[in-house]
T-cell receptor, first 115, second 115 residues
Framework: DSGVTQTPKHLITATGQRVTLRCSPRSGDLSVYWYQQSLDQGLQFLIQYYNGEERAKGNILERFSAQQFPDLHSELNLSSLELGDSALYFCASSVSVGDSGNTIYFGEGSWLTVV | AQTVTQSQPEMSVQEAETVTLSCTYDTSESDYYLFWYKQPPSRQMILVIR??????QNATENRFSVNFQKAAKSFSLKISDSQLGDAAMYFC????????????FGTGTRLKVLA
């Protein structure tokens, strides 16, 4: 158990809909990362937050948005869903952006299926 | 921009034998961190081993060790006494020691362990 909690674990929804994925980082971790992994693909970096502020942005679509709240949990919002958005969405956390040598720990992921 | 390349999409190893997975990266930075993550069929991302670029000594974790060649920008993973439970997708990752601290992952190598 990495200590990173993601909900829901599985989600099936229709095209055009909107969903919210939630992540609780490990206790004490300030930084949260979101990754997308399509079937048999690598990990695509979406976005990173540090202590409530956006720190880095990757290949995140305009239909997607995220935020990190004062209690450090994070939410990834996916809207106007398309079939191609079906993927495993990972959240990961680490202690601090400035803490050299830190390692990110992954949650178990949220499986999103768009039908 | 930094890149991580895993040129072996798939590898096979006989149980109890040794296998080496390759990873090369491109960066102009001198200080960074390198990681190997394992993703078994459960799809959870599990940290295998970590290497700090400023350390010349290669990291080891039980049956897992790395061959870190900084000048060649190479970071291979050696698995000794391979076990059936080692069968998984293995991802190499790079993280800068400064800047955005974004983690960059390779495309992965699928390891099959033959009984």
């Amino acid at each position: 158990d990495s200590g990173v909690t993601q909900t829901p674990k599985h989600l099936i929804t229709a095209t055009g809909q909107r969903v919210t994925l939630r992540c609780s980082p490990r206790s004490g971790d300030l930084s949260v990362y979101w990754y997308q992994q399509s079937l048999d693909q690598g990990l695509q970096f979406l976005i990173q937050y540090y202590n409530g502020e956006e720190r880095a942005k990757g290949n995140i679509l305009e239909r997607f948005s995220a935020q990190q709240f004062p209690d450090l949990h994070s939410e990834l919002n996916l809207s106007s869903l398309e079939l191609g958005d079906s993927a495993l969405y990972f959240c990961a956390s680490s202690v601090s952006v400035g803490d050299s040598g830190n390692t990110i720990y992954f949650g178990e992921g949220s499986w999103l299926t768009v039908v | 921009a930094q890149t991580v390349t895993q040129s072996q999409p798939e590898m096979s190893v006989q149980e109890a034998e040794t296998v080496t997975l390759s990873c090369t990266y491109d960066t102009s930075e001198s200080d960074y961190y390198l990681f190997w993550y394992k993703q078994p069929p459960s799809r959870q991302m599990i940290l295998v081993i970590r290497q700090e670029a400023y350390k010349q000594q290669n990291a080891t974790e039980n049956r897992f060790s790395v061959n870190f060649q900084k000048a060649a920008k190479s970071f291979s993973l050696k698995i000794s006494d391979s076990q059936l439970g080692d069968a998984a997708m293995y991802f190499c990752a790079y993280r800068s020691a400064s800047g955005t601290y974004k983690y960059i992952f390779g495309t992965g190598t699928r390891l099959k362990v033959l009984a």
